[in-house]
């Protein structure tokens, strides 16, 4: 029997009313919401401020999304009501599951969604940014009872907390959230290694949970004065160095030791494309291998080459254009397959999209199977 088919990269769309219902009492002044505008168009909004367009995306339809925001800086009414073309699959488990199997699929890893756009907006408010991601967090657990060990939703976190992350990273655990999405970015001026960082690193693993990179609006590694256009659901320079702020983390979380601290730790990377991977190690390598000659010593004494720690700590989800078994020949079996549905840069074919690249499940269990079972299975002891 061949195994599961488990797609490493879906989304599960926040209902309306989430983030009032799941926050903390306290708090319920912080909520998020989604809140239709004169002319039609619902927004994210926090504390009356429109954070984005909230806008419902048709797999493989990415000029559906600029059509719906032209219309808007026009002034012209939207041509649909968010509430009436939101298909049930976007956001609610059981039908989410009818769709896996007409798919062919057998789980799916599930993000959020419009969590992926109001970690940075909300990060000057630390009590407001760890409340919503909380009401995130306690609605996962309904998706995993009502998901039946299909559907394994993804945590959101932040380290600049590390008594309410432990707290998270408990209820997560106990409620069978297995992944959490974390920003790879610094935290309050420290680098993700930073030795006060251990202690956070060690609580992951320890409960079982993996942190993963992903697209998001979240604190930026470059400089603002580098996004000449703020106003932009996506900024094109974000899009052309979208995997540099992961590999900048992971670079850091692998020449400083922190891997080498934490042998149990397992990382993601999602929607970040893959096909930067193979000069990255070989980056990772030459770069270590040079400054430590001149220099005259290392950054750290590792045990294991860099581009190891990478092989035995970290997965990365390819895209079916990305050629993964391509990838797979240069750098090892380290891919997971992934839709991105139903955003409208995904597809709502996978596997046949995969087929077509010379990718068949029965002979590429890595990329279909094992390395998200990896990342899902993490508990304490070595990888």
């Known amino acids: 029997m061949s195994a599961s088919i488990i797609d490493s990269d879906e989304h599960m769309y926040e209902p309306r009313s989430l983030w009032v219902d799941h926050i903390d009492p306290g708090h ?18 926090w504390r009356g401020q429109r954070l984005e367009i909230a806008d419902v995306h048709q797999p493989g339809d990415v000029d559906a999304c600029g059509r719906h925001r032209q ?78 060990g299909r559907l394994h939703p993804v945590g959101h976190l932040t380290l600049r907390d590390p008594i309410w992350l432990e707290g998270q990273l408990r209820e997560l655990s106990a409620s069978g959230v297995r992944l959490a999405m974390v920003a790879p970015a610094p935290v309050d001026g420290r680098p993700l290694s930073h030795p006060d960082h ?41 899009s052309v160095f979208l995997w540099v702020p992961a590999g900048l983390a992971l670079a850091d979380l692998i020449l400083n030791g922190a891997f080498d601290r934490r042998p149990d730790l397992r990382v993601g990377v999602v929607e970040l494309s893959s096909i930067w991977v193979p000069q990255f190690l070989l980056m990772l390598d030459g770069a270590t291998d040079f400054t430590s000659r001149l220099n005259g010593r290392p950054l750290a004494a590792l045990r294991l080459r860099p581009s190891e720690y990478f092989a035995r700590h970290v997965r990365v989800s390819s895209f079916s254009y990305e050629d993964p078994r391509r990838l797979t020949s240069r750098s090892g079996d380290l891919f997971m397959c992934c839709s991105d549905f139903p955003h409208s840069e995904g597809t709502a074919t996978p596997l046949a999209d995969y087929r077509a690249a010379g990718c068949d499940p029965a002979a590429c269990s890595g990329l279909f199977h094992d390395n998200a079972t990896f990342l899902l299975g993490a508990s304490s002891g070595t990888p």
């Open 198 to 238: 251990d202690r956070l690193w060690s609580a992951f693993a320890h409960h079982g949970v993996s942190p993963v990179f992903h697209v998001a609006d979240q604190p930026r590694v470059f400089d603002d004065c580098w996004y000449t256009d703020p106003d932009d659901f996506v900024p094109t320079i974000e």
């Open 28 to 45: 319920r002044a912080d909520a998020l919401t989604l809140e239709d505008d004169e002319l039609g168009y619902t927004w994210l909004a």
């Open 71 to 148: 219309r808007r800086r026009r002034g012209e009414p939207a041509t649909y009501s968010y509430d009436e073309s939101l298909p049930d699959a976007y956001w609610v488990p059981g039908a989410r599951l009818r769709w896996l199997d007409a798919a062919g699929i057998d789980q799916a890893v599930c993000f959020p969604n419009f969590g992926l756009l109001w970690e940075r907006r909300l990060s000057g408010s630390l009590p407001a940014l760890t409340a919503n991601m909380a009401a995130w967090n306690r609605w996962c657990a309904s998706v995993v009872a009502e998901g039946g």
